[in-house]
């Protein structure tokens, strides 16, 4: 039996002219957390946040990014939410926080390798 492919999460994120530094860093601390504590979500391998540094100048306005890399399609499902479950509770929270601030979002996910 194959291992369940990993899925990288990917965000490509455009905040609004009045998002502070303060509130992105906020945000990030929010993201960062949420394989954390008693109400942690299960699957997360690692997330990454930061700011594009890319000199291609190809990012068409997307300033910054987020990677969630969950260990198996059903973690991220889990997180994110289907048709059939509701999203976990603390990407809820983090949303509440974190929509209110962007002007413009990608939102990918793939599996390395597929």
């Known amino acids: ?4 492919p990993l899925v990288c999460h990917v965000l490509l994120i455009c905040f609004t002219e009045k998002t502070s530094e303060a509130k992105i860093a906020e945000i990030w601390s929010l993201f960062e957390d949420l ?5 942690g979500i299960e699957g997360i ?23 969630v890399m969950f260990d198996s399609v059903a973690a991220r499902d889990a997180y994110t939410g289907t048709s059939t479950q509701p999203a976990a509770i603390k990407h809820l929270a983090l949303k509440d926080v ?3 601030a962007i002007k413009d979002i990608i939102v990918l ?4 390798g597929s």
């Open 98 to 100: 974190f929509l209110p």
């Open 35 to 39: 394989p954390n504590g008693c109400d």
């Open 45 to 67: 391998i690692s997330v990454q946040c930061g700011s594009n540094n890319s000199p291609e100048g190809l990012s068409k306005g997307f300033t910054h990014s987020v990677v």
């Open 1 to 4: 039996m194959e291992p369940e």
């Open 109 to 112: 996910d793939f599996s390395p």
